[in-house]
């Protein structure tokens, strides 16, 4: 099982910025890439941005696609997400998930961090 560690959420005011980590550590040999989701109230769990840990592949959903980036620190087993220009729809629990793959389906993500909130003021 792969234990994921996240940090970086807050209150921002529309159109600053956040940055999110989130660290891997125990059986993550099966672990080909790490994923950030994210769940709004009243609302169902959404694909927010997912890399490979060789870096060489990421995903955006196209709401977050010219906003947000990934970056990583394969020697820390963490991935970034820097959150730029946010907006209050962004506001969510967001969540970083373990996967075998870069993918948009929750399916493909074996392991799940804690959750925090992110919250962006109008």
């Known amino acids: 099982q792969v234990q994921l560690v996240e940090s970086g959420g807050g209150l921002v005011q529309a159109g600053g910025s956040l940055r999110r980590s989130c660290a891997a550590s125990g059986r993550t040999f099966s672990t080909y890439c790490l994923g950030w989701f994210r769940q709004a109230p009243g609302k169902e769990r959404e694909f927010v941005a997912a890399?490979?840990?060789?870096?060489?592949?990421?995903l955006y959903t196209n709401s977050v696609k010219n906003r947000f980036a990934l970056s990583r620190d394969n020697a820390k087993n963490t991935v970034y997400l820097q959150m730029n220009s946010l907006k209050p729809e962004d506001t969510a629990i967001y969540y970083c998930?373990?996967?075998?793959?870069?993918?948009?389906?929750?399916?493909?993500?074996?392991?799940w961090g804690q959750g925090t909130q992110v919250t962006v003021s109008s």
């Open positions: 890399i490979h840990w060789s870096g060489g592949f990421t």
């Open positions: 998930a373990a996967g075998n793959q870069v993918s948009r389906l929750s399916i493909n993500y074996g392991s």
